[in-house]
């Protein structure tokens, strides 16, 4: 079990997955308790344009620009869209009052849970399976037994290019939603 995918590779972004969690609910105590409520109504803009900004990267592996080193970039998209989500979830708070921003939010959600199972765990599982499945070939199980063994590891991997290709439609609903929202309040403000 030590050398388990779960082990080695899903409970290093389940524990990323709960940091988020954690800090967004840290932050929204922390805002309530010092009567901060209203920094987390404005967190919305600082959030989304670290959202926004990470696309630099999906418009630099498209070739749309040219430049910026893709791998330093990549790592960028990944921390800036974390963080910006963070912000968000932040400033969506606890409050249920409309339920376009709310869409937009379980969106996002998806949209950050699909990235990081694309970007974190994808690749290194894959190996991982691959390796495990060498190591029983080599000791000369047969093949039904090396698919019996790597069986769960398998499911698991599948599951996980599913979520792969999630990541780019739910970010479209996700900006359609976000627009709708942002464009509302706006207009609200008297910003448009
Ligand atoms: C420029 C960016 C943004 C601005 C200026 C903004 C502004 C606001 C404001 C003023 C409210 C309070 C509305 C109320 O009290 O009824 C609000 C609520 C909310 N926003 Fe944003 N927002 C932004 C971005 C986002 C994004 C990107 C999301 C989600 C992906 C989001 C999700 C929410 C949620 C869930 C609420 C709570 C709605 C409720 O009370 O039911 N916001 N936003």
Do not use: C
């Not at 990235?115 to 765990?121: A, C, I, Q, S």
């Amino acid at each position: 079990m030590k050398n388990s995918l779960w082990h080695e590779h899903v409970l290093p972004f389940t524990l990323l997955l709960g940091l988020l969690a954690a800090t967004t609910l840290a932050g929204d105590y922390l805002l309530h308790r010092f009567n901060l409520v209203w920094v987390g109504r404005y967190m919305g803009i600082p959030g989304t344009v670290l959202i926004v900004g990470s696309l630099y990267y999906s418009l630099r592996k498209r070739k749309y620009v040219a430049s910026g080193d893709p791998k330093s970039l990549l790592k960028m998209h990944e921390f800036s869209a974390w963080l910006g989500s963070l912000m968000v979830l932040i400033h969506a708070g606890v409050h249920f009052n409309a339920i376009l921003p709310w869409l937009a939010t379980i969106a996002m959600g998806v949209n950050v849970i699909s990235g990081m199972v694309g970007k974190m765990l994808l690749k290194r599982s894959r190996q991982h399976v691959q390796g495990e499945r060498e190591k029983f070939q080599l000791r000369g199980l047969s093949k039904t037994e090396v698919e019996q063994s790597v069986f769960w590891d398998s499911v698991a991997l599948g599951a996980m290019t599913q979520w792969r290709k999630v990541h780019i439609p739910i970010f479209i609903v996700f900006a359609v939603l976000a627009l709708g929202h942002i464009f509302s309040i706006f207009l609200f403000w008297g910003w448009v």
